[in-house]
């Protein structure tokens, strides 16, 4: 009876109902934009402390022909609730792959590594590794260039498949980083455990790095503890010389951020490698 009481408040309850509306219109629209070819990828560039670039990280758009774009932060988690992002994760790898393809041509972007948000849902599928080795080996693509995103809840939440899938992906050569490190619950005993390449320091604690003195506590630590488990540290989110100097100064090795470049298209990527060093 509570049960049946529950819903039928729900049901009846205006706000709740235009939520589930709005979902239900999101969700058809998503399932539009994969058909209609709405989603992009923009490329961000990461920089180690000389400055050479060493890679990219792929951020998902989308972008409707009247509504214009739309943030991921706003459409992943209905397309997560929704299962959508089974079909969009598949779209991003396959896409991804094929870029990396046409970097592999060019000595300009030859070298570059492209990381890759994988969400959680994602990556717990259980044809997931086959997948991904089956697009590498459709792509002819070289796997040491391919670098996946997890957060710290992806791989915690069912850690003993997800350890075992990174294994078997890092032994054909695919690298993974632990993305927004530091606002989960990560422990010591798994950090050392997985077969991680590198740790994403989350934007959050890079933001008021000069002005917060626990901020600058905690990227300490972070660059240590990665250091010492034999990991390369990136910091997310530099977006001053202030940052990026102090980040420096305690051994981070790479750089991502407005700094140095937003998100862009591909075509404005390459325009921005090619062009000139300015300073
Ligand atoms: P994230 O993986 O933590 O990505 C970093 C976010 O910070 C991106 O937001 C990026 O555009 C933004 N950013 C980069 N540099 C700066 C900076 O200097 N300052 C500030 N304030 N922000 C900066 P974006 O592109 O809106 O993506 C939001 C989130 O959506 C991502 O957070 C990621 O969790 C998710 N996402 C994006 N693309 C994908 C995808 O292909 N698959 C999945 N599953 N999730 C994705
Ligand atoms: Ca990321
Ligand atoms: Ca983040
Ligand atoms: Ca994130």
Not at 7 to 29: G, H, K, T, Y
Not at 39 to 46: A, G, I, K
Not at 95 to 119: F, G, I, M, R
Not at 267 to 277: D, M, S, T, V, Y
Request: charged share 20%; proline share 4%; with cysteine.
């Amino acid at each position: 009876a509570k049960t049946a009481g529950r819903n039928a408040v729900r049901f009846f309850d205006p706000a709740m109902q235009a939520i589930l509306v709005v979902r239900m219109l999101m969700e058809s629209n998503l399932r539009a934009a994969l058909a209609n070819n709405q989603f992009q990828l923009h490329y961000q560039v990461q920089v180690n402390a000389d400055g050479k670039l060493i890679g990219a990280e792929a951020l998902l758009r989308w972008k409707h022909p009247d509504r214009g774009f739309t943030s991921p932060a706003d459409f992943i988690p209905i397309a997560e609730e929704t299962g959508l992002i089974l079909p969009i994760g598949k779209w991003v790898l396959e896409t991804a792959c094929a870029q990396l393809k046409k970097w592999e041509a060019d000595p300009d972007t030859a070298e570059l590594t492209l990381a890759v948000n994988v969400s959680a849902k994602q990556f717990q599928q259980h044809d997931f590794v086959d997948t991904l080795c089956d697009m590498v080996s459709r792509h002819q693509i070289n796997p040491t260039r391919l670098k996946l995103e997890l957060t710290e809840s992806t791989i915690l939440d069912n850690v003993d498949a997800t350890t075992e899938k990174m294994h078997l992906l890092k032994k054909i050569g695919i690298a993974f980083s632990m993305d927004d490190f530091g606002t989960g619950y990560s422990s010591l005993a798994y950090l050392q455990r997985l077969p991680l390449n590198q740790l994403k320091i989350d934007q959050s604690f890079v933001r008021d790095l000069s002005e917060d003195e626990n901020n600058a506590t905690i990227v300490r630590a972070i660059i240590s503890l990665g250091v010492n488990l034999g990991l390369n540290v990136i910091a997310e989110g530099v977006e001053t010389k202030a940052q990026r100097a102090f980040l420096i100064a305690h051994n981070c090795y790479a750089f991502q951020g407005y700094l140095f470049s937003r998100p862009l298209p591909q075509e404005g990527f390459l325009a921005l490698i090619k062009e000139p060093a300015s300073n």
